[in-house]
């Protein structure tokens, strides 16, 4: 190992599912993207639910709004990890 400490970072991105998804046609695309909103939004609508059992539908989707809003927020972060090798 070098004296200088090499840095090698991490995202989120999956290499795989994304050279899947490209040989997708863009209408795939697009319908893989809303069947995964989809799958996200009833998640997060059934954790509140469960939350507040006697919550109305209009309450309960507004604080889906409110959680994603408050998500959206963030940055995408990065990870590093000192020491090993690139």
Not at 6 to 33: C, E, N, P, V, W
Not at 61 to 82: C, G, H, P, Y
Request: proline share 2%; no cysteine; hydrophobic share 35%.
């Amino acid at each position: 190992m070098t004296s200088q400490t090499q840095h090698r970072r991490f995202t989120h991105t999956d290499i795989d599912l994304m050279k899947a998804r490209m040989k997708l046609s863009s209408g795939q695309r697009i319908q893989a993207m809303l069947d995964a909103r989809t799958v996200l939004f009833g998640i997060m609508r059934g954790r509140i639910r469960h939350q507040y059992p006697g919550m109305a539908e209009r309450e309960l989707n507004i604080k889906v709004i409110e959680e994603i809003d408050r998500a959206q927020q963030f940055k995408t972060r990065t990870f590093t990890l000192s020491g090993h090798p690139a």
